[in-house]
């Protein structure tokens, strides 16, 4: 069994020539890549006499390397990375790889991480604090079959578009809510979906099979990604608030979505422990969103941090200064 840093450059050494004749020319290059809540190393493919103008496909060794330890020879794990290789570049628009940037306006979306794990990837992209968490801003790139494609904007972005982080913003609000409408959801009908995916029958929940209704609510997108940033429409929250006639806490299940309880359900703390279990046993790093809980005032509409949980970083790493969180909304 291969050493990581021994597979990494053996990877770099041999993996073109696992692909077909047409990226012979292209160059390969493995470096460090800050991605949400981690850093990982991206292979870079980026074809002959580009002069910058496409955006270069990068996968990612650690990946890969995880495929390795799993029990996968190298080769078959070669093998399946460069399959995957020539399908994406068959399949993918052209305009994902050619990104226009004209008319960026109506093409920028939102999405929440979390600020504490991703500091260095915070300092090279145009952001919003909104209590623990940062607003980060995606260009859309190309929608194909349904699929969205879009890119993280950086710094040289912005400096290109011209457009300061509060345009952005207010760009990303309009638009977010047009190209990933807010959506809310029963627990019960998750409950419900679920099992119907498992294949009972419908007729069942008659039976008494389904739970009892239950006061709990998941708030994302319609396509049910990077759907967190949903909360950040108050509207949304207040009117699950209406429905059930009290406060609420808000609890960050993942990047993509989080859920809703009624206040009375427990405390703060009893919450957020809650969180952090499921953060730390069934969620991916890469989809975690924070350990902390927030509270939703009713009659004040109006959100605020509700714990201020010591393990901040969401990969037990103990972070070298301690953050200060204030309780005012996005700003």
């Known amino acids: 069994m291969m050493e990581y840093e021994m597979f990494k450059a053996l990877v770099a050494d041999s993996f073109l020539d696992y692909l077909p004749q047409e990226f012979q020319g292209y160059s390969v290059e493995i470096s460090p890549v800050n991605k949400v809540n981690q850093k990982l190393d991206g292979m870079k493919l980026t074809p ?11 996968v990612y060794v650690d990946h890969m390397y995880k495929e390795y330890l799993g029990g996968e020879s190298f080769k078959a794990v070669m093998e399946h990375c460069a399959e995957s290789i020539r399908d994406i570049y068959k399949n993918i628009p052209d305009a994902v790889t050619n990104p226009s940037f004209s008319n960026a306006e109506e093409k920028i979306i939102m999405a929440l991480i979390n600020t504490q794990q991703n500091r ?23 929608i194909d079959d349904g699929v969205i494609y879009s890119v ?9 578009l011209g457009m300061s982080e509060g345009q952005m913003y207010e760009a990303a609000m309009e638009n977010t809510w047009k190209v990933l ?3 809310v959801k029963s627990m019960d009908d998750v409950i419900r979906g679920v099992f119907v995916s498992e294949g009972m029958p419908e007729e069942l929940e008659m039976a008494g099979a389904v739970m009892p209704p239950c006061n709990m609510y998941v708030v994302t997108n319609e396509r049910n990604v990077n759907g967190a940033v949903s909360m950040l429409y108050e509207e949304k929250i207040h009117e699950i608030a209406e429905g059930i006639g009290e406060n609420l806490y808000v609890l960050p299940s993942s990047i993509h979505e989080v859920i809703v309880v009624p206040a009375s359900m427990g405390s703060p703390e009893e919450m957020a422990e809650i ?9 991916e790093l890469g989809e975690r969103l924070s350990n902390q809980v927030y509270h939703y005032d009713k009659d004040l509409r109006k959100m605020e941090l509700a714990t201020d ?22 700003r």
């Open 48 to 58: 002959p006499g580009d002069g910058g103008t496409k955006v270069a496909l990068t």
């Open 275 to 283: 969180v952090t279990d499921i953060n730390m046993g069934q969620v």
């Open 152 to 160: 993280l904007l950086n710094n040289a972005h912005a400096e290109q």
């Open 181 to 183: 409408p807010p959506v």
């Open 120 to 142: 260095e990837l915070l300092e090279n992209i145009p952001h919003r604090e909104f209590f623990d968490l940062s607003i980060v801003y995606r260009l859309v790139t190309g």
């Open 309 to 330: 949980t010591p393990n901040k970083r969401l990969d037990r790493v103990v972070a070298e200064s301690p953050m200060a969180y204030g309780k005012g909304q996005a």
